[in-house]
């Protein structure tokens, strides 16, 4: 079936430092999503992309749809001690399919 | 708008009972899901319906029944739970399958 994976599983940054996540994909996806769950809350729906190559930023995050629907990563610049959580991508199949997430955590 | 609502928020169950958890929405959403979320295991789908009357198996569907009787309601029920159930339950819905709207999730511990 559809895997999506997910690296780093953990990242540690100094407040002010840059973050990227990637996301990998075992097939080709039609659409992928990108979520934050905060510690002890629920997954928080961030934004999503279709087109390959597309590129969209939010603020200080950029996220990047791979030329062959297949990749993707989320890039947050100067991170801040608000960004901490864990970002997952997920994979439209049936229904979302979930990569295990990245833990970002962030020191001031 | 309470958007997606789940009930209880914490529970404790013995192996071998039963319980339905709770789960509506008001964006009248057609399509709703159940994930369950283990620690470091990212979020695996249990079941999903894309309407009224229509459900479907996820990656993870032993255990459990759901059923969709209203386009509001999704409960999802546990039969003779085992200590592998205790985890953290979400539901959501969406707009076809565009942004999902998960609720502030069920803890459920098994023991």
């Known amino acids: 079936g559809q895997q999506v994976m997910q690296i780093p599983q953990y990242q540690h940054v100094q407040e002010g430092e840059d973050f990227t996540t990637y996301c990998n994909s075992s097939?080709?996806?039609?659409?992928i999503q990108w979520y934050k769950q905060r510690p002890g809350g629920h997954p928080v729906f961030l934004i999503q992309?279709?087109?390959?190559?597309e590129v969209k930023k939010q603020k200080r995050l950029t996220f990047q749809f791979g030329e062959a629907k297949k990749n993707s990563s989320l890039h947050i610049t100067a991170t801040q001690t608000t960004d901490v959580g864990t970002y997952f991508c997920?994979?439209?199949?049936?229904?979302?399919?979930f990569g295990k997430g990245t833990t970002l955590s962030v020191s001031s | 708008n309470a958007g997606v609502t789940q009930t209880p928020k914490f529970r404790i169950l013995k192996i071998g009972q039963s319980m339905t958890l709770q789960c509506a929405q008001d964006?009248?959403?057609?399509?709703m899901y159940w994930y369950r979320q283990d620690p470091g295991m990212g979020l695996k789908l249990i079941y999903y319906?894309?309407?009224?009357?229509?459900?479907d198996k996820g990656e993870v569907p032993n255990g459990y029944n759901v059923s969709r009787s209203t386009t509001e309601d999704f409960p999802l029920r546990l039969e003779l739970a085992a200590p592998s159930q205790t985890s953290v339950y979400f539901c959501?819905?969406?707009?076809?399958?565009?942004?999902?709207?998960f609720g502030s999730g069920t803890r459920l511990t098994v023991v």
């Open positions: 964006m009248n959403h057609n399509y």
């Open positions: 097939t080709t996806l039609s659409n």
């Open positions: 997920a994979g439209l199949g049936t229904a979302l399919i």
């Open positions: 992309l279709v087109k390959s190559g």
């Open positions: 319906s894309v309407g009224a009357g229509i459900t």
């Open positions: 959501a819905s969406s707009y076809r399958s565009y942004g999902y709207t």
